[in-house]
């Protein structure tokens, strides 16, 4: 049996996120969640699961800007490293996604250009109202973005 870091290398995100979320070991879901920066791992999870289905929308050439996700991740108040207000978003919109997709970059990869090409794209497309994606008045200025 090959090593589970190998095996892992060629899991869908889907087959992943089902992983961890049928882990029985709840302290090494605590501590996988704690090494990207989340103090609880239902949140994790929930992410996870969000994640999964924004990335199957985008892989299969799905509407992904103006649309309602079924999967809807939990959105702390406070987090330890850059986040938003969470006061104001619509967990079933794009803009909640793509909050926990930067804040799991900035805890993995903290130099990913991920988030200057999302604004570049905006920028280059301003006639796309970003509120029916969720995003609510004033976003650029929350830490995270």
Known sequence: MPPVWKTLEVVSFGN????????????????????VGLPQYIYLESWMR???????????????????????PQMPSRLPLAWVDTRHIRPMKLYAQLCTLLYLEQSVTPNSQIKDRLLNLF?????????KMGFPHGWENEPLW
């Open 16 to 35: 992943l996120s089902k992983l961890y979320a049928n882990m029985k070991d709840v302290e090494v879901k605590k501590q996988v969640a704690k090494s």
């Open 50 to 72: 969000s994640l999964t289905v924004l990335r199957n929308c985008c892989a299969h050439h799905g509407r992904a800007w103006n649309r309602r996700y079924p999967a809807m």
């Open 123 to 131: 920028k280059a497309y301003p006639q796309i109202n970003v509120k």
